[in-house]
């Protein structure tokens, strides 16, 4: 299934970390909304932090919103 927005976060694992996906490339997994932002940073999107994150029309979150880490 492919998603029109660049970001996608999928569902927690069973570590509690979710796959990070940045315009198609796997760039890792995510414990917390702090490390999606810092996913984004390295994305090129430079001062974003957990309250863009949240806030953005840029992510798609598969399998919960920001608040889901738990499997």
């Given at each position: 299934?492919?998603?029109?927005?660049?970001?996608?976060?999928?569902?927690?694992?069973?570590?509690?970390?979710?796959?990070?996906?940045?315009?198609?490339?796997?760039?890792?997994?995510?414990?917390?909304?702090?490390?999606?932002?810092?996913?984004?940073?390295?994305?090129?999107?430079?001062?974003?932090?957990?309250?863009?994150?949240?806030?953005?029309?840029l992510i798609e979150w598969r399998g919960g919103g920001p608040e889901?880490?738990?499997?």
């Open positions: 299934m492919a998603s029109d927005k660049p970001v996608v976060i999928y569902p927690p694992d069973q570590e509690g970390g979710r796959r990070v996906r940045v315009d198609g490339k796997l760039l890792g997994r995510a414990y917390s909304v702090r490390d999606v932002a810092a996913f984004m940073q390295e994305a090129g999107l430079e001062g974003w932090d957990e309250m863009d994150v949240i806030r953005s029309g889901a880490w738990a499997h």
